[in-house]
C-alpha cells in the first residue's frame, strides 16, 4: 500500500504519510488514491470538492465548519508550511472540546483527514503557503460557522508568529460556549 494512517490524541482524525520514491531527479508520490485512502482509513469518503488556499505566514484561517452539509477534509500542504488544527465540537463525545495540532508542509507530506463533526483551521508558519484539501460536502455559505481561534476553553497551543492575520468573520466567532455546534 502507498499510505499509512496513524491515530492522533482525536481518535477520528488522522495523520496519513504517503510513501515517496525518491532519486536524484526528485520525488514522486500518490497525493490521493479513493482505494487506497479507504484501506489506510476505513473511512469511505466521496469527496465533491478540491480548495486551494495560499496565505502569507501569520495568516490564521479558522477555526471553520458548516452546521448541516457538514464537511470532512482532507488537507495537504504543496507548498510552504502550516500548522494545521482540528477541534471536536460534537457535544456527545468523550472527546468534545479537545484538539489536535500537527505541521503540514511541503517537505514532510503529510496529509491530515478530518472527518464531519470538527472545526478546522490553520496557521501559515512560513513566508508563504499553498493549502489544498478535499472536501466531502459542498460549500455551503448558509450553513458555515466559525469557532474562536483563540478560545481560552480550548486553549490551542499556535506556534509563536509575529502578527496574526485574521479574516473579518474569524474575528467575530463565538466562543465554544456561545457557538452552534453538533449533538
Known amino acids: 500500500m502507498n499510505l499509512t494512517a496513524r ?14 520514491y525518491g532519486d536524484a ?3 514522486f508520490f500518490e497525493s490521493f488514491n479513493a482505494r487506497n485512502f479507504e484501506k489506510a482509513t476505513n473511512v469511505v469518503a466521496n ?3 478540491d480548495n486551494h488556499s495560499k496565505s ?10 458548516q452546521v448541516r452539509c457538514p464537511q ?6 504543496t507548498q510552504g508550511a502550516v500548522f494545521d488544527v482540528a477541534v471536536d465540537i460534537r457535544r456527545s463525545s468523550v472527546n468534545f472540546g479537545k484538539w489536535f ?34 472536501t466531502t460536502d459542498y460549500w455551503h455559505p448558509e450553513f458555515e460557522r466559525c469557532l474562536s481561534w483563540n478560545d481560552p476553553a ?5 506556534p509563536d508568529v509575529d502578527e496574526i492575520s485574521l479574516a473579518a468573520k474569524d474575528l467575530a466567532a463565538p466562543l465554544l460556549a456561545n457557538a452552534e455546534i453538533f449533538d
Open 101 to 134: 495540532g500537527v505541521e503540514l508542509s511541503a517537505d514532510n507530506k503529510r496529509q491530515l483527514w478530518i472527518p464531519p463533526g470538527f472545526a478546522h483551521g490553520f496557521l501559515a508558519t512560513t513566508d508563504s503557503a499553498d493549502v489544498l484539501y478535499k
Open 25 to 27: 531527479r526528485g520525488c
Open 47 to 49: 469527496f465533491v470538492q
Open 72 to 77: 470532512g477534509k482532507l488537507i495537504r500542504v
Open 154 to 158: 480550548i486553549s490551542i497551543n499556535w
Open 7 to 20: 491515530k492522533t490524541s482525536l481518535p477520528e482524525v488522522l495523520i496519513l504519510e504517503p510513501v515517496i
Open 56 to 65: 502569507r505566514k501569520g495568516v490564521l484561517r479558522g477555526l471553520h465548519y
